[in-house]
């Protein structure tokens, strides 16, 4: 009987794996959750930090606010894992669990992308946006190519986000005129499940004279000549790269041995691993779900219920892993979304809710309920 639940991870799966085993709150149980940052930051946070509309101690959630009854944060920095022993190492101490659910996110690879840290910037890091961040306020002139390096890669609206949102800062600054946007994705379309999305998205493209070059990866940066050289060995010439890297899952998950081709195996409907009471959601696991802080939470829900399930001898829960809703910003503060269904009906699909002012707040009460219900802010 799982007693002693170690969550490692305080991300979207973890902090909502948490907080529904505080609400609960049987007797005997002991939760420790274990995270290395300072803080929680919402994934589009990253955006506002790229375009100077916060900085990151506004965005940062400090991991200090969160009190749960039962929960245990613990701020360490994990260094080994022992999946069959359900047990971990950090720079710390020793911790071990009858349950162990692994939510570490994915981490970016940019070793995999040659050049990309010397002669390009990122934005999907918390450090890679601040950085970002001053370039794209300096910027006022050329070409500023956005590139994806990798699928899967999370939230795969928030590039497309990216160029729009860098249309209207420099549409803001005057600057438009002089300058250049350009988009390198691997799919065929921006959100492949979404035909629907994919073509507002594509009309805006057009509208506001950003190039897409859909289908196309980025293998390689040449700092020296400002080139980016694509999956079909073509190049692009850039001012300023604006890139997504390759993902994969943390070192310390690939050197456990409980990965396969970058990420953790688990079984979609309960999110087990092969390991006994071994659990993992989220971007570190391959669940057949995109990459989203909507999809981690909901894996987390399930794991919750399973555990709870388990130790009160009550019935498992239902599955609904696979059905989310992602926001998308499309610009002068309008927002759309997109349903994501992977589960109801042979195909994937993607119901796609035009930009208005309530998707807008929706998006906003989708953050703060978060923020109220892990941290009580
Ligand atoms: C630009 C951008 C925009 C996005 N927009 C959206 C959106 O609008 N909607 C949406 O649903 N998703 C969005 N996402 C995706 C979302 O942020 C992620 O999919 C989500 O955070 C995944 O949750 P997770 O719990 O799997 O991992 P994470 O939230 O990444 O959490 C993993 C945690 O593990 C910790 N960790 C990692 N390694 C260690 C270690 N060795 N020791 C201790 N702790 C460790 C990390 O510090 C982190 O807190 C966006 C992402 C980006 C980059």
């Given at each position: 009987?799982?007693?002693?639940?170690?969550?490692?991870?305080?991300?979207?799966?973890?902090?909502?794996?948490?907080?529904?085993?505080?609400?609960?709150?049987?007797?005997?149980?002991?939760?420790?959750?274990?995270?290395?940052?300072?803080?929680?930051?919402?994934?589009?946070?990253?955006?506002?930090?790229?375009?100077?509309?916060?900085?990151?101690?506004?965005?940062?959630?400090?991991?200090?606010?969160?009190?749960?009854?039962?929960?245990?944060?613990?701020?360490?920095?994990?260094?080994?894992?022992?999946?069959?022993?359900?047990?971990?190492?950090?720079?710390?101490?020793?911790?071990?669990?009858?349950?162990?659910?692994?939510?570490?996110?994915?981490?970016?690879?940019?070793?995999?992308?040659?050049?990309?840290?010397?002669?390009?910037?990122?934005?999907?890091?918390?450090?890679?946006?601040?950085?970002?961040?001053a370039a794209v306020a300096a910027f006022e002139r050329g070409h500023v190519l956005i590139g994806v390096c990798g699928a899967p890669f999370k939230c795969p609206p928030?590039?497309?986000?990216?160029?729009?949102?860098?249309?209207?800062?420099?549409?803001?600054?005057?600057?438009?005129?002089?300058?250049?946007?350009?988009?390198?994705?691997?799919?065929?379309?921006?959100?492949?499940?979404?035909?629907?999305?994919?073509?507002?998205?594509?009309?805006?493209?057009?509208r506001r004279g950003i190039e897409l070059i859909p289908g196309r990866r980025v293998t390689a940066l040449d700092p020296e000549r400002s080139v980016a050289v694509l999956?079909?060995?073509?190049?692009?010439?850039?001012?300023?790269?604006?890139?997504?890297?390759?993902?994969?899952?943390?070192?310390?998950?690939?050197?456990?041995?409980?990965?396969?081709?970058?990420?953790?195996?688990?079984?979609?409907?309960?999110?087990?691993?092969?390991?006994?009471?071994?659990?993992?959601?989220?971007?570190?696991?391959?669940?057949?779900?995109?990459?989203?802080?909507?999809?981690?939470?909901?894996?987390?829900?399930?794991?919750?219920?399973?555990?709870?399930?388990?130790?009160?001898?009550?019935?498992?829960?239902?599955?609904?892993?696979?059905?989310?809703?992602?926001?998308?910003?499309?610009?002068?503060?309008?927002?759309?979304?997109?349903?994501?269904?992977?589960?109801?009906?042979?195909?994937?699909?993607?119901?796609?809710?035009?930009?208005?002012?309530?998707?807008?707040?929706?998006?906003?009460?989708?953050?703060?309920?978060?923020?109220?219900?892990?941290?009580?802010?």
């Amino acid at each position: 009987m799982a007693r002693r639940v170690l969550i490692l991870g305080a991300g979207f799966g973890g902090l909502e794996i948490a907080t529904l085993l505080s609400e609960a709150a049987p007797a005997d149980l002991e939760v420790t959750l274990i995270d290395k940052g300072e803080g929680f930051v919402f994934g589009f946070s990253k955006l506002d930090v790229l375009f100077g509309k916060a900085s990151v101690e506004q965005v940062r959630i400090p991991y200090a606010d969160l009190a749960k009854p039962g929960v245990r944060m613990v701020r360490e920095t994990i260094t080994a894992i022992d999946p069959e022993a359900r047990r971990v190492s950090t720079d710390g101490g020793e911790f071990e669990g009858d349950a162990m659910v692994i939510a570490l996110g994915a981490d970016y690879d940019f070793e995999a992308t040659p050049g990309l840290a010397a002669g390009g910037e990122e934005f999907y890091s918390v450090a890679g946006a601040e950085r970002a961040a001053a370039a794209v306020a300096a910027f006022e002139r050329g070409h500023v190519l956005i590139g994806v390096c990798g699928a899967p890669f999370k939230c795969p609206p928030a590039p497309s986000e990216c160029a729009l949102l860098l249309d209207d800062e420099l549409h803001a600054r005057g600057v438009r005129e002089q300058c250049r946007i350009s988009f390198v994705i691997p799919f065929g379309r921006p959100v492949p499940p979404s035909p629907e999305t994919s073509a507002a998205l594509e009309a805006e493209f057009e509208r506001r004279g950003i190039e897409l070059i859909p289908g196309r990866r980025v293998t390689a940066l040449d700092p020296e000549r400002s080139v980016a050289v694509l999956d079909d060995a073509s190049e692009l010439g850039f001012d300023l790269f604006l890139g997504v890297p390759k993902h994969r899952a943390p070192d310390v998950v690939l050197a456990s041995g409980i990965a396969e081709d970058g990420y953790v195996p688990v079984d979609p409907a309960t999110l087990r691993t092969e390991l006994p009471g071994v659990y993992a959601v989220g971007d570190v696991a391959t669940a057949g779900v995109p990459k989203a802080g909507v999809f981690a939470e909901g894996a987390g829900r399930i794991v919750a219920q399973e555990l709870l399930a388990e130790l009160l001898d009550g019935e498992s829960p239902g599955r609904h892993l696979g059905q989310g809703t992602c926001y998308i910003e499309f610009g002068d503060g309008r927002v759309a979304s997109v349903e994501i269904d992977f589960l109801s009906g042979p195909e994937r699909t993607g119901i796609f809710n035009a930009p208005s002012e309530a998707v807008a707040a929706e998006k906003s009460e989708f953050g703060s309920s978060r923020r109220a219900r892990w941290f009580g802010a």
